[in-house]
Nanobody, 127 residues
Framework: QVQLVESGGGLVQAGGSLRLSCAASGRTFSNYFMGWFRQAPGKEREFVAAIGWSDSYYFADSVKGRFTVSRDNAKNTVYLQMNSLNPEVTAVYYC?????????????????????WGEGTKVTVSS
């Protein structure tokens, strides 16, 4: 069972930046995608970004051009760099491990990996 620990969230003013980190342990190798989701108050959890072993990456349209995703395979760590932040991105950000593209191209956890979530890190952007 993989363990995912996010860090880097916090309070930032609009226009600022944050870098989230997610360290994975409990597995030695994965050629699946890792990624990030977020859940704002009163809303469903939504996809933000995903990155593959070979640095292929995908972003939600709402964050393209402002967010970047990277990974350090030696450290089993994935990062989410968030720039030009605005209050609309305020949410709890969750790391996810072993993502696949499901129905209609939506990013979901691979079968049998329903628990591959971190505890989340809260990001608050003030106006």
């Amino acid at each position: 069972q993989v363990q995912l620990v996010e860090s880097g969230g916090g309070l930032v003013q609009a226009g600022g930046s944050l870098r989230l980190s997610c360290a994975a342990s409990g597995r030695t190798f994965s050629n699946y995608f890792m990624g990030w989701f977020r859940q704002a108050p009163g809303k469903e959890r939504e996809f933000v970004a995903a990155i593959g072993w070979s640095d292929s990456y995908y972003f939600a349209d709402s964050v393209k051009g402002r967010f970047t995703v990277s990974r350090d395979n030696a450290k089993n760590t994935v990062y989410l760099q968030m720039n030009s932040l605005n209050p609309e991105v305020t949410a709890v950000y969750y790391c996810a491990d072993e993502l696949v593209r499901g129905v209609k191209g939506r990013w979901v956890l691979a079968p049998g990996r329903d628990n591959n979530w971190g505890e989340g890190t809260k990001v608050t952007v003030s106006s």
